[in-house]
């Protein structure tokens, strides 16, 4: 599956510290640890030998070591000792573990199940950068992946969800540019009025008109901008990382500019985001269990769908192997929220 041929987020940089760290990607459990120069490492949470969880053992000069007969290995997976041996005996060719490409960027450790691409994971815009306050959140759904990310992008759902949080009903109306390209999904809503609501009343400045973006970037990523002027800006990208068919680790960088207010903005901002994400596990956990009890989706599309039916067919294309279409389609759709 060509989707596994893809940088997903394993883990925060600073979980993986000097034990070995476990991790559970596409149903299958891989094993994180750092060697003697601090260099991430990643492979199939299996020894060799006997096949014991490695994630149980340790790590012990930059070599991972397994916690059932002591054999060692090192970041290639390549066995380096096995205490038993009588010295000078060689050590079996098969003695060597199914490593992963991992890699270091933004304060994550990312991980590829497959064929790593040759280009680096997309950066989290103005991630920490100067002028810009950021916060983090990681984030369990009882979920799939797509199910996560079109809950992401999806605004109708918000007027009822988190109603009074984010959006109350509104029935005035507005339009949507739906622009589809060969790697993404694009929405850019004009002329969008600005309902009551607590986000609204505290964090929406005065007289300033919104301009409100949300994408979909393949094959696991949404964001969501809220701009109202050079001084105002608002970010939400999320990293969809699935662990099975039925859960997905979502990791989730907020990066706001609001001048040199930031940091008290945070302060508010910040638990108000985990109560409204915390709004989104409980109705997907509701959804993913009528899904999995009634066998799959059933489901039925309105043209206010604004970003579903494109990701799931770019995902599906992706599945199979196909060479995306390079054609870029736009359509106008009115919507009210």
């Not at 883990?11 to 596409?26: D, G, I, M, N, Q």
Request: hydrophobic residues 35%; contains cysteine.
């Amino acid at each position: 599956m060509s989707l596994q041929n893809e940088w997903y987020i394993a883990c925060e940089s600073h979980r993986l510290k000097a034990t070995p760290l476990a991790v559970r990607r596409f149903s299958t459990d891989y094993v994180l640890w750092r060697d003697a120069e601090g260099v991430a490492h990643a492979a199939v949470d299996r020894c060799a030998h006997r096949n014991a969880p490695l994630s149980k053992g340790f790590v012990e000069a930059g070599c991972l070591v397994c916690p059932y007969h002591g054999w060692k290995y090192d970041g290639a997976g390549e066995c380096r000792h096995i205490p038993s041996l009588a010295e000078g005996r060689p050590i079996p060719t098969a003695a060597r573990l199914l490593t992963r490409s991992v890699c270091e960027q933004d304060g994550y450790i990312w991980l590829c199940p497959g064929e790593a691409p040759a280009r680096p994971p997309r950066a989290f815009l103005h991630c920490n950068a100067a002028g810009w306050t950021t916060f983090r959140m990681r984030t369990l759904f009882d979920s799939n992946v797509e199910a996560c990310l079109e809950n992401f992008l999806d605004c109708p759902h918000t007027a009822t969800v988190h109603r009074g949080w984010f959006r109350n009903p509104d029935p005035r109306e507005m339009d949507a540019v739906v622009r589809k390209r060969s790697d993404s999904v694009e929405v850019t809503f004009e002329n969008e009025p600005t309902t009551h609501s607590l986000i609204s009343r505290l964090f929406y400045p005065k007289h300033c008109q919104l301009r409100h973006t949300d994408q979909f970037l393949m094959p696991n990523l949404s964001r969501v901008d809220y701009r109202f002027d050079e001084r105002h800006h608002f970010i939400i990208t999320s990293q969809a990382s699935p662990v099975d068919e039925w859960t997905t680790e979502v990791y989730t960088v907020i990066t706001f500019c609001y001048g040199r207010i930031g940091w008290l903005v945070r302060l508010a901002f910040e638990p108000m985001s985990r109560h409204i994400i915390q709004q989104d596990v409980d109705i997907l956990k509701l959804q993913g269990a009528n899904l999995r009890r009634f066998g799959g989706p059933d489901y039925t599309h309105a043209e206010t769908d604004l970003i579903a039916l494109h990701m799931q067919s770019l995902r599906r294309r992706a599945e199979r192997g196909e060479t995306p279409s390079g054609e870029v389609t736009e359509k106008r759709i009115r919507l009210r929220f």
